[in-house]
């Protein structure tokens, strides 16, 4: 999977692709990920790539011509079928269907915004799709390009030791994550489950599914209004609700 990023701060996405799983990823082949500066295609000696809005208002918008240009360039070098994705609140909510949809891909120019983003004329001109982290503001969409970059490295074939942990994530399939444990077996009092301990992989699944559901019920209640359950799961959940109920927790 290649990787180019138009970005006014190319350290920014350098550094936070450099490690983990991204890092290792990079090292092994798996992915390329290269930035282009707009900067470098301003014609003027000061590198300007912003102006004044039309209609006034505060800060400062980025120009179609050198941003254009450097994402024409980032483009030049990827596979055929790569799109430009630009980042701002705009766009589609990125969640782990998306991440899934550009794993797909042979790769993909991201588009960083600053300042009060672009000139509507470029993502017109040259834009195939538009992404949003959700609904917040940041500074800039390099936090954005390098959260889509780790999100879709995880998805690749041969990225994490284990494929199956990827399958096993939170969100992939509308579910959280169930709680996990690890040595030692007591901590300040507090008990690993019994049912991990036993050596029973049934059960142990059964829990983890039931714990996955329970957790989804209890803090991200939209997430599993999306996901048809069947009748095991229906019965889990409402074995967690019971027992949430018995223990006095339930919904945060």
Same mark, same amino acid.
């Given at each position: 999977? %290649?990787?180019?990023?138009?970005?006014?701060?190319p350290?920014?996405?350098?550094?936070?692709?450099?490690?983990?799983?991204?890092?290792?990823?990079?090292d092994?082949?798996?992915?390329?990920?290269?930035?282009?500066?707009?900067?470098?295609?301003?014609?003027?000696?000061?590198? &300007?790539?912003?102006d004044?809005?039309?209609?006034g208002?505060?800060?400062?918008?980025?120009?179609?011509?050198?941003? $254009? &240009?450097?994402?024409?360039?980032?483009?030049?070098?990827?596979?055929?079928?790569?799109?430009?994705?630009?980042?701002?609140?705009?766009? $589609?909510?990125?969640?782990?269907?998306?991440?899934?949809?550009?794993?797909?891909?042979?790769?993909?120019?991201?588009?960083?915004?600053?300042? %009060? =983003?672009?000139?509507?004329?470029l993502?017109?001109?040259?834009?195939?799709? +538009?992404?949003?982290?959700?609904?917040?503001v940041?500074?800039?969409?390099?936090?954005?390009?390098?959260?889509?970059?780790?999100?879709?490295t995880?998805?690749?074939?041969?990225?994490?030791?284990?494929?199956?942990?990827?399958?096993?994530?939170?969100?992939? +399939?509308?579910?959280?994550?169930?709680?996990?444990?690890t040595r030692?077996?007591?901590?300040? =009092?507090?008990?690993?489950?019994r049912?991990?301990?036993?050596?029973?992989? $049934?059960?142990?699944?059964?829990?983890?599914?039931?714990?996955?559901?329970?957790?989804?019920?209890?803090?991200?209640? %939209?997430?599993?209004?999306?996901?048809?359950?069947?009748?095991?799961?229906?019965?889990?959940?409402?074995?967690?609700?019971a027992?949430?109920? +018995?223990?006095?927790?339930?919904?945060?």
């Amino acid at each position: 999977m %290649e990787f180019a990023v138009v970005s006014l701060f190319p350290e920014l996405i350098l550094a936070a692709s450099s490690h983990g799983v991204c890092g290792r990823a990079g090292d092994r082949g798996l992915i390329e990920v290269r930035c282009t500066n707009p900067r470098d295609f301003a014609p003027d000696v000061h590198r &300007t790539v912003d102006d004044r809005p039309y209609g006034g208002g505060p800060g400062m918008v980025l120009k179609v011509e050198p941003c $254009r &240009t450097a994402i024409e360039s980032a483009k030049g070098g990827l596979p055929e079928g790569s799109p430009v994705v630009f980042l701002g609140p705009q766009g $589609r909510i990125f969640d782990q269907t998306v991440a899934r949809e550009l794993a797909e891909l042979p790769g993909m120019v991201l588009v960083a915004g600053r300042y %009060e =983003g672009f000139d509507e004329r470029l993502i017109e001109s040259v834009g195939d799709d +538009e992404i949003s982290l959700g609904d917040f503001v940041l500074s800039g969409g390099e936090i954005a390009a390098a959260a889509i970059i780790d999100a879709v490295t995880r998805l690749l074939p041969g990225v994490l030791g284990d494929d199956a942990s990827a399958e096993q994530d939170s969100f992939s +399939e509308k579910l959280l994550d169930c709680p996990h444990y690890t040595r030692p077996e007591t901590l300040d =009092g507090m008990q690993v489950p019994r049912v991990l301990l036993d050596g029973n992989h $049934r059960e142990v699944s059964r829990w983890r599914l039931k714990q996955a559901l329970g957790r989804t019920w209890a803090r991200r209640p %939209e997430l599993l209004a999306q996901r048809t359950l069947t009748a095991d799961e229906e019965k889990l959940l409402q074995e967690y609700k019971a027992e949430a109920s +018995e223990a006095g927790t339930g919904r945060r």
